[in-house]
């Protein structure tokens, strides 16, 4: 049988019709640096730890990447749904790219004092923070409608893979060279996206009404948010289970493998099945189109409970491995969906801010979060504050089937989406969904 026009290849004859030259760009781009970055984060942990840093250093230099993503998210949406989305990201990818680049002489040469590596750390991490809404929205804007789902699983699938290729490859690298060589290796990989991404076919800006600012901006993406209850009652749901379930994997994960499931190694084989299980996700969302998009999603946030519950058990290596594979496919299904709606739901010039709010929301608790677990597990003890996650994690998701909307919201046709009536985008520029986080 042959294909049908909406689904089959290109007129290139080398890729599906909804697989454009943009989307291509942006998912090879995504690829590059996510290889990157995530060796670059355990680079960064290392660096300190040999520059003679204690725990608590890693832990301010993880701080210090995290806190301006906080404090600048909502400046990023706003400016990236103002200005060219391509530059935008460009612009970030070249701040990221000096200050990793940087960082790595900084090790390279010896000595590195804790705040200097802090101060470069907050460089990348406010390169990130215009960074992740900007290639949000130009990535929901990419891709076709009727086949968003596909396209989304996609690329999810590609940035997942690379982010467990680059923390294995990473691994190695700093065993073999040592960390100054990796961080070298991640603003190298900054580069390339950036160059990649300065490619991007872009439309015009769409056109605004006179007297509008940046304040302006924030408060009309507020009001996108505010006004669709199934939005901010996910993003608020969000801010909780982000925040609980990287205190448990950061915090409470390590301490439990050092005590009880002899050291470090099956901690790294259930990270690894996490990943595995994203990418199984993915798979499955390559083919599976569920009409309720936001009931389907929220009921497999209530896996994530589960490796929490796992660490108070605790289960045996193979019983962790197994719930932290089925929560990393559940909450991949959840993701693909989430992009889904949001491209069919919310207007094209305003995705940017919108992604922004969503972003804010998920990150906002999480420094928090992590920094009182220590005193939680002293207070409480390790075991009742893994089962206080998961129960958070069950609680919030519960809370949530109780909006409306979030039950009853379907899946559109294409004619029926937002972009419907958006302007025609330049030749080959498809439609839709999230970018990479590390920029």
């Known amino acids: 049988m042959s294909p049908s026009p909406a689904s089959g290849p290109s007129a290139h004859g080398r890729r599906?019709?909804?697989?454009?030259?943009?989307?291509?760009?942006?998912?090879?781009?995504?690829?590059?640096?996510?290889?990157?970055?995530?060796?670059?984060?355990?680079?960064?942990?290392?660096?300190?730890?040999?520059?003679?840093?204690?725990?608590?250093?890693?832990?301010?230099?993880?701080?210090?990447?995290?806190?301006?993503?906080?404090?600048?998210?909502?400046?990023?949406g706003a400016l990236a749904d103002r200005l060219p989305r391509h530059r935008v990201m460009v612009a970030a990818n070249a701040l990221n790219c000096l200050s990793q680049a940087a960082f790595a002489v900084l090790v390279l040469a010896g000595d590195p004092q804790l705040w200097q590596m802090m101060l470069l750390t907050a460089l990348c991490g406010t390169g990130t923070a215009f960074f992740n809404p900007a290639a949000e929205g130009m990535l929901l804007s990419s891709v076709s409608g009727e086949h968003s789902h596909r396209a989304f699983a996609l690329f999810r699938m590609a940035v997942n893979g690379a982010g467990i290729g680059g923390a294995a490859l990473g691994g190695a690298m700093i065993a073999a060279i040592g960390p100054g060589w990796v961080l070298a290796v991640d603003a190298a990989a900054f580069a390339l996206a950036g160059a990649l991404r300065a490619f991007l076919e872009v439309g015009r800006v769409a056109e605004r009404a006179p007297g509008g600012g940046l304040l302006a901006d924030l408060r009309e993406g507020w009001t996108e948010v505010r006004t669709r209850p199934w939005l901010w009652s996910i993003v608020l749901q969000f801010s909780v289970v982000v925040a609980v379930v990287g205190a448990a994997e950061a915090v409470y994960g390590p301490l439990v493998a050092r005590d009880e499931l002899g050291g470090p190694a099956?901690?790294?084989?259930?990270?690894?099945?996490?990943?595995?299980?994203?990418?199984?996700?993915?798979?499955?969302?390559?083919?599976?189109?569920?009409?309720?998009?936001?009931?389907?999603?929220?009921?497999?946030?209530?896996?994530?409970?589960?490796?929490?519950?796992?660490?108070?058990?605790?289960?045996?290596?193979?019983?962790?491995?197994?719930?932290?594979?089925?929560?990393?496919?559940?909450?991949?299904?959840?993701?693909?969906?989430?992009?889904?709606?949001?491209h069919q739901e919310i207007p094209p010039e305003k995705f940017s801010r919108v992604c922004a709010y969503d972003w804010f929301g998920s990150v906002s608790m999480l420094p928090l979060a992590t920094a009182l677990a220590g005193p939680a597990e002293t207070a409480f003890g390790r075991t009742p504050a893994l089962w206080g996650c998961a129960a958070l994690v069950v609680a919030g998701t519960a809370a949530v089937l109780f909006v409306p909307d979030v039950r009853r919201l379907t899946r559109k046709p294409?004619?029926?989406?937002?972009?419907?009536?958006?302007?025609?985008?330049?030749?080959?520029?498809?439609?839709?969904?999230?970018?990479?986080?590390t920029a």
């Open 16 to 76: 599906p019709s909804w697989a454009g030259r943009n989307y291509g760009l942006l998912t090879g781009a995504a690829v590059i640096t996510n290889l990157g970055s995530h060796g670059a984060l355990i680079a960064a942990a290392f660096a300190v730890l040999e520059a003679g840093g204690s725990g608590g250093d890693v832990g301010l230099v993880a701080a210090a990447r995290t806190l301006p993503l906080v404090l600048f998210l909502l400046v990023g």
């Open 266 to 342: 099956p901690w790294g084989m259930a990270l690894a099945c996490f990943g595995a299980g994203t990418i199984t996700g993915a798979l499955l969302m390559m083919v599976w189109r569920p009409r309720r998009l936001l009931l389907v999603g929220t009921l497999c946030v209530f896996p994530l409970a589960l490796p929490s519950a796992g660490l108070a058990v605790p289960l045996p290596v193979w019983g962790l491995c197994a719930v932290m594979f089925v929560s990393g496919a559940a909450i991949e299904v959840f993701g693909v969906n989430w992009m889904t709606t949001m």
């Open 414 to 437: 294409p004619a029926a989406g937002p972009l419907a009536q958006a302007p025609a985008p330049p030749a080959e520029l498809p439609r839709a969904a999230p970018a990479d986080a």
